[in-house]
């Protein structure tokens, strides 16, 4: 189980760091650019909002699927 819980103000770079499983989850909606270095500064809710998504629902989504793991 993962113990890493994100939320909308979860820096991207710390969820790359600490929980990559969570990447396809990123790829699914569109976000193929967590490597970039605006990914590296920006948090999961300001990547959803440049990517058109809905912030909580996609948290939501996303502590869902990784408790699956």
């Not at 994100?6 to 499983?21: F, H, K, V, W």
């Amino acid at each position: 189980m993962i113990m890493f819980k994100i939320t909308p103000e979860t820096p991207l770079a710390d969820i790359i760091e600490n929980c990559p499983e969570a990447m396809p989850a990123f790829q699914a909606i569109g976000m193929h650019c967590l490597g970039c270095a605006l990914a590296s500064g920006e948090n999961v809710e300001q990547a959803c909002a440049v990517h058109g998504v809905d912030p909580e629902e996609f948290v939501n989504d996303l502590n869902a699927y990784l408790e699956t793991l």
